[in-house]
Protein backbone atom coordinates (compact mmCIF):
# COMPACT_ATOMS: atom_id res chain seq x y z
CA UNK A 1 0.00 0.00 0.00
CA UNK A 2 1.81 3.34 -0.69
CA UNK A 3 2.45 5.52 2.10
CA UNK A 4 0.49 8.40 1.88
CA UNK A 5 -2.73 5.79 2.17
CA UNK A 6 -1.40 4.55 4.92
CA UNK A 7 -0.96 7.97 6.77
CA UNK A 8 -4.52 8.73 5.30
CA UNK A 9 -5.92 5.41 6.37
CA UNK A 10 -4.27 5.73 9.78
CA UNK A 11 -5.58 9.12 9.94
CA UNK A 12 -9.06 8.52 8.60
CA UNK A 13 -10.02 5.30 11.28
CA UNK A 14 -10.59 6.27 15.05
CA UNK A 15 -7.66 5.02 17.10
CA UNK A 16 -8.58 1.98 19.85
CA UNK A 17 -7.09 3.72 22.90
CA UNK A 18 -9.68 6.76 22.58
CA UNK A 19 -13.18 4.02 22.97
CA UNK A 20 -16.18 3.86 21.47
CA UNK A 21 -17.78 6.85 22.60
CA UNK A 22 -17.21 9.50 20.52
CA UNK A 23 -18.06 7.33 17.75
CA UNK A 24 -21.16 8.40 15.62
CA UNK A 25 -24.52 5.93 15.55
CA UNK A 26 -25.98 5.54 12.26
CA UNK A 27 -29.39 4.41 11.88
CA UNK A 28 -30.45 1.51 9.72
CA UNK A 29 -34.32 1.41 10.16
CA UNK A 30 -33.97 -0.52 13.66
CA UNK A 31 -37.37 -1.27 15.00
CA UNK A 32 -38.07 1.01 18.40
CA UNK A 33 -38.22 4.56 19.38
CA UNK A 34 -35.24 6.49 18.12
CA UNK A 35 -33.22 7.19 21.17
CA UNK A 36 -33.61 3.40 21.97
CA UNK A 37 -30.17 1.04 21.72
CA UNK A 38 -30.41 -1.98 19.82
CA UNK A 39 -30.33 -5.14 22.19
CA UNK A 40 -27.31 -6.53 21.12
CA UNK A 41 -23.99 -6.09 19.83
CA UNK A 42 -21.79 -7.00 17.00
CA UNK A 43 -18.62 -6.91 15.73
CA UNK A 44 -16.96 -7.27 11.80
CA UNK A 45 -13.69 -6.52 10.69
CA UNK A 46 -13.10 -4.51 7.12
CA UNK A 47 -10.24 -6.57 5.67
CA UNK A 48 -7.97 -4.67 3.39
CA UNK A 49 -5.47 -6.27 1.45
CA UNK A 50 -2.26 -4.41 2.01
CA UNK A 51 -1.28 -4.56 -2.03
CA UNK A 52 0.28 -1.64 -3.81
CA UNK A 53 -3.69 -1.04 -5.25
CA UNK A 54 -5.23 -2.10 -2.00
CA UNK A 55 -8.28 -4.24 -2.33
CA UNK A 56 -11.09 -4.78 0.54
CA UNK A 57 -12.44 -8.63 0.97
CA UNK A 58 -16.18 -9.53 1.69
CA UNK A 59 -18.40 -12.53 1.98
CA UNK A 60 -21.43 -13.63 0.60
CA UNK A 61 -23.58 -15.05 3.43
CA UNK A 62 -24.42 -18.55 3.15
CA UNK A 63 -28.47 -18.99 1.85
CA UNK A 64 -28.71 -21.19 4.89
CA UNK A 65 -28.67 -19.30 7.50
CA UNK A 66 -31.48 -17.65 9.15
CA UNK A 67 -30.38 -13.58 9.37
CA UNK A 68 -29.29 -11.99 5.94
CA UNK A 69 -28.96 -15.03 3.62
CA UNK A 70 -27.29 -14.92 0.34
CA UNK A 71 -26.34 -10.87 1.15
CA UNK A 72 -22.73 -9.50 1.00
CA UNK A 73 -21.43 -8.53 4.47
CA UNK A 74 -17.82 -7.97 6.10
CA UNK A 75 -16.78 -11.04 8.32
CA UNK A 76 -18.40 -10.87 11.62
CA UNK A 77 -21.05 -11.56 14.33
CA UNK A 78 -21.99 -10.73 17.54
CA UNK A 79 -19.99 -10.49 20.85
CA UNK A 80 -19.83 -13.67 23.17
CA UNK A 81 -19.14 -13.58 26.32
CA UNK A 82 -15.86 -14.86 26.29
CA UNK A 83 -14.45 -12.07 23.74
CA UNK A 84 -12.31 -9.86 24.90
CA UNK A 85 -13.41 -6.85 23.06
CA UNK A 86 -14.87 -6.29 19.89
CA UNK A 87 -11.68 -6.49 17.72
CA UNK A 88 -11.56 -10.08 19.39
CA UNK A 89 -15.12 -10.64 18.09
CA UNK A 90 -14.44 -9.22 15.03
CA UNK A 91 -10.63 -11.18 14.55
CA UNK A 92 -12.77 -14.55 15.73
CA UNK A 93 -15.45 -14.41 13.18
CA UNK A 94 -13.16 -14.04 10.91
CA UNK A 95 -11.39 -16.82 11.57
CA UNK A 96 -13.95 -18.65 11.91
CA UNK A 97 -15.88 -17.56 8.47
CA UNK A 98 -12.52 -17.28 6.23
CA UNK A 99 -9.81 -18.74 8.01
CA UNK A 100 -7.87 -15.41 8.45
CA UNK A 101 -5.19 -16.34 11.27
CA UNK A 102 -4.34 -13.54 14.11
CA UNK A 103 -0.74 -13.16 12.06
CA UNK A 104 -2.22 -12.08 8.99
CA UNK A 105 -3.89 -8.99 10.31
CA UNK A 106 -3.05 -5.74 11.63
CA UNK A 107 -5.99 -3.82 13.29
CA UNK A 108 -5.59 -0.11 12.95
CA UNK A 109 -8.85 1.69 14.05
CA UNK A 110 -12.95 1.51 14.64
CA UNK A 111 -15.05 3.29 12.02
CA UNK A 112 -18.84 4.59 12.93
CA UNK A 113 -20.89 2.56 14.40
CA UNK A 114 -24.14 1.26 13.04
CA UNK A 115 -27.72 0.29 14.24
CA UNK A 116 -29.37 -2.34 12.09
CA UNK A 117 -32.96 -3.36 11.07
CA UNK A 118 -32.49 -6.71 13.22
CA UNK A 119 -31.94 -4.94 16.16
CA UNK A 120 -27.74 -4.94 16.48
CA UNK A 121 -25.39 -1.98 17.11
CA UNK A 122 -22.37 -3.02 14.74
CA UNK A 123 -18.93 -1.93 15.36
CA UNK A 124 -16.35 -1.69 12.54
CA UNK A 125 -12.97 -2.86 13.04
CA UNK A 126 -10.29 -1.83 10.32
CA UNK A 127 -7.70 -4.03 9.61
CA UNK A 128 -4.88 -4.61 7.39
CA UNK A 129 -4.35 -8.08 5.86
CA UNK A 130 -0.97 -10.41 4.54
CA UNK A 131 -2.03 -9.83 0.54
CA UNK A 132 -0.97 -13.62 0.53
CA UNK A 133 -3.80 -14.61 2.77
CA UNK A 134 -6.12 -17.89 1.05
CA UNK A 135 -9.32 -17.57 2.21
CA UNK A 136 -11.00 -20.69 3.24
CA UNK A 137 -14.85 -19.88 3.70
CA UNK A 138 -16.47 -21.74 6.02
CA UNK A 139 -19.59 -23.27 4.03
CA UNK A 140 -21.82 -23.39 6.76
CA UNK A 141 -21.46 -19.74 6.71
CA UNK A 142 -20.05 -18.49 3.95
CA UNK A 143 -20.91 -19.09 -0.12
CA UNK A 144 -18.70 -16.92 -1.80
CA UNK A 145 -15.04 -14.64 -0.99
CA UNK A 146 -14.16 -11.96 -3.48
CA UNK A 147 -12.39 -8.76 -3.57
CA UNK A 148 -13.06 -5.17 -4.73
CA UNK A 149 -10.81 -2.81 -5.31
CA UNK A 150 -10.46 -0.16 -2.66
CA UNK A 151 -10.70 3.56 -4.17
CA UNK A 152 -13.58 1.88 -6.24
CA UNK A 153 -15.28 0.60 -2.78
CA UNK A 154 -14.84 3.54 -1.13
CA UNK A 155 -16.06 6.59 -3.50
CA UNK A 156 -20.01 8.06 -3.04
CA UNK A 157 -20.03 8.82 -6.53
CA UNK A 158 -20.17 5.45 -7.44
CA UNK A 159 -22.97 3.91 -5.88
CA UNK A 160 -26.52 4.14 -6.61
CA UNK A 161 -28.56 5.61 -3.54
CA UNK A 162 -32.37 6.14 -2.89
CA UNK A 163 -34.33 7.55 0.31
CA UNK A 164 -36.54 5.46 2.17
CA UNK A 165 -39.20 5.56 5.34
CA UNK A 166 -39.30 2.91 7.58
CA UNK A 167 -40.28 2.11 11.61
CA UNK A 168 -41.00 5.98 11.03
CA UNK A 169 -38.14 7.12 10.48
CA UNK A 170 -36.24 8.33 6.73
CA UNK A 171 -32.62 7.52 5.78
CA UNK A 172 -30.60 6.97 2.19
CA UNK A 173 -30.24 3.58 1.19
CA UNK A 174 -26.72 3.21 -1.01
CA UNK A 175 -25.63 -0.03 -3.48
CA UNK A 176 -22.82 -0.45 -5.55
CA UNK A 177 -22.90 -2.83 -8.28
CA UNK A 178 -19.48 -4.95 -8.69
CA UNK A 179 -18.71 -8.41 -10.97
CA UNK A 180 -22.09 -9.60 -10.45
CA UNK A 181 -22.55 -8.57 -6.85
CA UNK A 182 -24.95 -6.17 -4.86
CA UNK A 183 -23.43 -4.31 -2.04
CA UNK A 184 -25.77 -2.69 0.06
CA UNK A 185 -27.10 -2.33 3.30
CA UNK A 186 -24.75 -1.66 6.20
CA UNK A 187 -21.99 -3.17 4.20
CA UNK A 188 -22.00 -0.64 1.87
CA UNK A 189 -22.65 2.06 4.87
CA UNK A 190 -19.75 0.83 6.39
CA UNK A 191 -18.09 1.20 3.28
CA UNK A 192 -18.54 5.19 2.63
CA UNK A 193 -18.51 5.69 6.04
CA UNK A 194 -14.66 4.76 5.22
CA UNK A 195 -14.76 6.77 2.16
CA UNK A 196 -16.01 10.01 4.31
CA UNK A 197 -13.12 9.49 6.40
CA UNK A 198 -10.57 9.22 3.62
CA UNK A 199 -12.16 12.55 1.97
CA UNK A 200 -13.93 10.02 -0.62
CA UNK A 201 -10.34 8.75 -1.74
CA UNK A 202 -10.01 8.05 -5.32
CA UNK A 203 -6.70 6.78 -5.66
CA UNK A 204 -5.10 10.15 -6.17
CA UNK A 205 -4.77 10.88 -2.27
Known amino acids: MPSELYRALFDAVSPFDAGVAALEVKDFGRPGPAEARPGRTAAVLVPILDKPEPEILLTVRADTLPQHPGQVSFPGGAVDREDRSAISTALREAEEEIGLDFSQVSPVGFLDRLDTISDYRVLPVVGLIDPMFVWKPNEYEVSEVFTVPMKLAVNYDNYTHHRYERNGRTGVTSSLQ ?16 LGHRLGNWNGTK
Open 178 to 193: WQGHIIWGITAGILLN
